[in-house]
Structure formats: structure tokens, C-alpha cells
């Protein structure tokens, strides 16, 4: 399953090379950092931490075409913010996390090929 839409990427940034690479770069530095962030909310147990580092991440995969994990997260957010069981929010995670890094590695690919 391809996590993103290159078309989309090209299209958001004018189909413009350096600025799809100036993002794509951006993009893999500052996402897993972001999803650390997450990740330590979630070890910490803190509903709101957890809710504000869903809800960073969000808007990124409007960039990407990844709107299926846009949905993810959101849902993530929501949850945390009613309080929802740490346990399901770590296995909701646990699903996330996977797929980041397999939209993470579909991007690395095609930042070869810019």
C-alpha cells in the first residue's frame, strides 16, 4: 500500500524540484522527531501530551496524500482527549507507528529519484 501521493506532493509545491526536495528532506528530519515526541507522551501517560502530539502531526499528512493517516491520528487525538485507555491508545500507536515508517521509507525512495 503506498502511504503517499507523489502527484499531490508535486502539485503542492509547484511542481517545483528543489522545493519538493527542500520539503521532502524537511519532512524526514522533523517527522520522526515529532512522532518521538508522541511516542514519549504515550510513555508518560499524559492524555493532553499525547492529544497536542497527534494533533502536530495531523496536519502534515495533508502534504503527503497519507489522508488514511491523517484520520489515524485524528482519531488518536480525539481519543486521548476523552480520556480513552492508555493500553488502546498505545495499540493505536503501535498500528501508527508502523505505518510512519512505512510512509517514511516511501519517501526516502522517492527523494532518490528527485
Same mark, same amino acid.
Given at each position: 500500500m503506498n502511504h503517499i501521493d507523489i502527484d499531490l506532493i508535486k502539485q503542492n509545491m509547484f511542481d517545483n524540484s528543489d522545493l519538493i526536495k527542500q520539503f521532502v528532506s524537511m519532512y524526514l528530519i522533523q517527522t520522526p522527531?515529532? +512522532?518521538?515526541? +508522541?511516542?514519549? %507522551? +504515550? %510513555? @508518560?501517560g499524559d492524555h493532553q501530551k499525547i492529544a497536542d502530539a497527534a494533533h502536530h502531526i495531523k496536519p502534515t499528512m495533508d502534504y503527503i496524500g497519507a489522508f488514511h493517516l491523517k484520520a489515524k491520528f485524528e482519531e488518536l487525538e480525539m481519543n486521548a482527549k476523552n480520556q480513552e485507555s492508555l493500553e488502546g491508545l498505545r495499540a493505536t500507536f503501535h498500528v501508527l507507528d508502523? @505505518?510512519?515508517k512505512e510512509l517514511?521509507? @516511501? +519517501? @526516502?525512495?522517492?527523494e532518490k529519484t528527485i
Amino acid at each position: 500500500m503506498n502511504h503517499i501521493d507523489i502527484d499531490l506532493i508535486k502539485q503542492n509545491m509547484f511542481d517545483n524540484s528543489d522545493l519538493i526536495k527542500q520539503f521532502v528532506s524537511m519532512y524526514l528530519i522533523q517527522t520522526p522527531v515529532d +512522532l518521538d515526541n +508522541l511516542r514519549n %507522551a +504515550l %510513555a @508518560e501517560g499524559d492524555h493532553q501530551k499525547i492529544a497536542d502530539a497527534a494533533h502536530h502531526i495531523k496536519p502534515t499528512m495533508d502534504y503527503i496524500g497519507a489522508f488514511h493517516l491523517k484520520a489515524k491520528f485524528e482519531e488518536l487525538e480525539m481519543n486521548a482527549k476523552n480520556q480513552e485507555s492508555l493500553e488502546g491508545l498505545r495499540a493505536t500507536f503501535h498500528v501508527l507507528d508502523i @505505518e510512519m515508517k512505512e510512509l517514511l521509507f @516511501e +519517501l @526516502e525512495q522517492y527523494e532518490k529519484t528527485i
